[in-house]
């Protein structure tokens, strides 16, 4: 009896250790993203590009 306690018990820690990697790496994708998108507003704020409607209507045909 004590030895499917520990097992489940065991199994049990497992399953949590997996779920914490993965969260662990959500949060770095989700930095990594936060990051590239204040780049990209940055880049285009600098080359003074931000309002995509306004560039949409004013290309030239």
Do not use: H, Q, S
């Not at 662990?24 to 989700?30: A, D, L």
């Not at 998108?37 to 704020?45: E, F, H, K, N, V």
């Amino acid at each position: 009896m004590y030895n499917n306690v520990a097992k489940r018990r065991e199994e049990r820690n497992e399953r949590r250790d997996r779920r914490r990697r993965i969260n662990i790496w959500m949060c770095i994708g989700v930095a990594v993203l936060i990051i590239l998108l204040l780049l990209w507003l940055t880049w285009a704020d600098l080359l003074g590009d931000t309002d995509v409607g306004n560039f949409v209507e004013n290309r030239p045909i």
